[in-house]
């Protein structure tokens, strides 16, 4: 097989056993790697019903057929486990060494099953596996621990690890890498921290099988050099992903309060241009010419790496509008290893549910001290206070009663990216239908609506153009494993990843093949929420009940009055369906499931819900 080392590393933790298990071509054909591998492992191996914070549940580090190998931005990882947060499959993809280095190890994939019985770091060296004991660096933060570890194995070890966030379960933890690197947005750190593992190291010195390794390196070579040029003429890495924050507040599609309003005049102070001449360094990914990690220093001086998302739901959303203040929270949040998105909507929800009656407490938008003493407090489940933050807002809001729900801002658990959708359908009909629950990472439909489509519309083509990302970005991108920034952001065309998973595996792929496997992903996600939840519902692919309220809308600005409607976007919701192929709960019928190749894992499904 070329392409795929052909290699599992399979790892349990209770036992501290170690096996290397082999798959198929077919195997690989069907699945190909990252999301893909990930989905196909957790829905063969973990029972629905499961605590995913049990020692049942099992961490999936996966990697792709070009991960490791020279060209654009193939520094990437998928982790993936049945969600906390969520309660079904849930994944992140993060920048990490761990890319090349598994791979140099022989593994395309590593399954972490069980539980320590004290805290652990797994080294994997090549052929040997480590279970070592991690009393020293348990309890320290992922800055300290990365430093640790960089000591002790080298600045090239690819590291995995997690904060107090992760030790402390806090349902959205996240896993850290390098230095300003974290993903598993829906609580992988957490799953790391319920099996008692602070940290993976991986070292490897073996050849990853190429097909074309020639071809591949002479291409890789030039196209490294491309992608640094393109991303010099546009200028895009001078402000990276916070350029958009200016933008989203022009046409209304900020996140302020708790996503009560949509654009600030204060915005500008956190805006990229503002970010740009604060830089202190820039970071990012291995394999990396277009690196776009900003860092700035925070209010207490630490170096803080800040992206669109995390400015926006740190800052604008929470009515902190002081860059430093802003850099703080995402320097804690960096540190507690808590992902940054989930952390500032659980606490606009907070201070929403608090200025709203619902609960009694001491919070107000705006006010920066004190949301960094509550972040403190959710990592590490301190008091009541503490406890209810580490659920997320969905679980709070459950508990505080009042109609909270509606103001909650997730989708199946899962906060939302920083795109205000209150009037801005296609969107929040991206967001709806994310597989993992709410996440731009699916389809970032944003910008085609607000430039090439009325905002007005619920029509058929915005659920099109959601099923076009979804499959670019939810599948192409997150099985192949790589970053999706040099075609999002410069344009850098989409045939260059069959072009390179050709030449690793010797196959002959079009674009075509992808869409076929992203539908086979998209699918099994479903099939892994209907084990879950098998009374699910098209209200599970609906976003926040307070988008839809006509007391809710912006009284000035250009969207002035306006708001989502409920039957609209229903309707826009039954496109989606009818488009994909869905029955009336969105769920894929067994003819679908059929032509997708996953018939059996359907028949598999139907022992909890029906299918049509
Ligand atoms: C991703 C999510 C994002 S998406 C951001 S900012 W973004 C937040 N970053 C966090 C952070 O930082 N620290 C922290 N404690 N929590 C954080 N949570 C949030 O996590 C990230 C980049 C970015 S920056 C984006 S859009 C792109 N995302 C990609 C993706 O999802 N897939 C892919 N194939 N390529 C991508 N390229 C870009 O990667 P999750 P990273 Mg992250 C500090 O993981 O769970 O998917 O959530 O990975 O290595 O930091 O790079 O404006
Ligand atoms: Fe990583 Fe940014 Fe480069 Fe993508 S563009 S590989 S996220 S540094």
Redesign the pocket.
């Known amino acids: 097989m070329k392409g795929w080392t052909g290699n599992i590393l399979r790892v349990n933790l209770s036992d501290k056993t170690w096996k290397k298990e082999s798959f198929s071509e077919e195997f690989a054909r069907t699945w190909v790697g990252g999301r893909g591998f990930a989905v196909k492992i957790l829905f063969d191996e973990l029972k629905p019903g499961i605590d995913p914070l049990g020692p049942e549940n099992k961490l999936v580090v996966a990697l792709g057929p070009i991960s490791g190998i020279p060209a654009?931005?193939?520094?990437?990882c998928v982790v993936a486990a049945k969600s906390p947060l969520t309660g079904f499959y849930g994944d992140g993809n993060l920048?990490t060494r761990v890319s090349d280095q598994l791979r140099k190890a022989g593994y395309d994939a590593m399954i972490i099953e069980g539980k320590a019985e004290k805290p652990m770091l797994l080294n994997i060296d090549d052929d040997k596996v480590e279970f070592l004991g991690a009393e020293e660096i348990w309890g320290k933060g992922t800055y300290a621990c990365n430093e640790w570890i960089y000591g002790k194995y080298g600045k090239n070890a690819g590291v995995l690890n997690i904060g107090l966030g992760g030790e402390n379960m806090v349902r959205y933890a996240v896993i850290r890498s390098m230095e300003g690197?974290a993903g598993g947005r829906p609580g992988m750190g957490a799953v790391m921290g319920s099996k008692l593992l602070k940290a993976i190291v991986v070292k490897g010195t073996k050849p990853i099988p190429q097909a074309d390794p020639d071809e591949l390196k002479k291409i890789g070579i030039g196209d490294l050099k491309e992608v640094h040029q393109l991303d010099r003429k546009s200028g895009w890495?001078r402000q990276?992903?916070t350029g958009v924050l200016a933008w989203c507040n022009e046409v209304a599609g900020l996140p302020v309060e708790n996503f009560r309003k949509t654009s600030h005049p204060d915005a500008w102070k956190i805006d990229g241009e503002r970010l740009d001449k604060a830089r202190v360094a820039t970071?990012?990914?291995?394999?990396?010419?277009?690196?776009?990690?900003i860092t700035i220093h925070d209010k207490e001086k630490h170096e803080s790496e800040l992206d669109y998302e995390n400015v926006a739901l740190l800052g604008s959303n929470l009515n902190i509008f002081e860059l430093d203040q802003v850099g703080s929270l995402n320097y804690l949040c960096d540190e507690y290893g808590l992902d940054t998105m989930s952390a500032g909507c659980t606490l606009s929800f907070y201070a929403d549910a608090i200025a709203r009656g619902a609960v009694e407490g001491s919070f107000k938008f705006g006010d920066a001290e004190r949301a960094k003493e509550l972040l403190g407090l959710a990592a590490r489940r301190e008091g009541k206070v503490g406890n209810l933050l580490a659920e997320g807002s969905l679980r709070m809001a459950k508990e505080f009663g009042h109609n909270s729900e509606a103001y909650a801002m997730q989708v199946k658990g899962l906060e939302l990216a920083a795109y205000n959708c209150k009037f801005i359908p296609g969107q929040a009909l991206s967001f709806g239908v994310a597989a993992i629950g709410a996440h731009h990472r699916e389809a970032w439909i944003i910008t085609f609506e607000l430039k090439n489509s009325t905002r007005e519309s619920y029509g058929p083509e915005k659920a099109a153009k959601v099923i076009e990302l979804q499959r670019i970005r939810g599948g192409m991108f997150e099985s192949l494993v790589?970053?999706?920034?040099?075609w999002i952001?410069l344009g850098w065309k989409l045939d260059n990843y069959p072009k390179y998973f050709n030449l690793a595996t010797g196959l002959n792929w079009t674009l075509d093949d992808m869409w076929q496997l992203a539908d086979r992903i998209y699918g099994m996600i479903k099939l892994h929420y209907i084990r879950e939840f098998p009374e699910a519902t098209r209200k599970g692919d609906y976003p926040p009940g307070v988008w839809f309220d006509p007391a809710n809308a912006d009284t000035e600005g250009p969207i002035a009055g306006k708001h989502l409607e409920t039957e609209k976007y229903d309707q826009l919701l039954q496109h989606y369906y009818d488009q994909r192929g869905y029955d009336q709960r969105g769920i894929p019928t067994r003819e679908l499931l059929a032509k997708l190749g996953i018939a059996k894992e359907g028949a598999e499904a139907e022992k909890y819900a029906k299918l049509n």
């Open positions: 654009p931005n193939t520094g990437k920048g690197r890495s990276s992903t970071y990012g990914c291995p394999s990396c010419t277009m690196k776009c990690g790589a970053c999706r920034f040099p952001e």
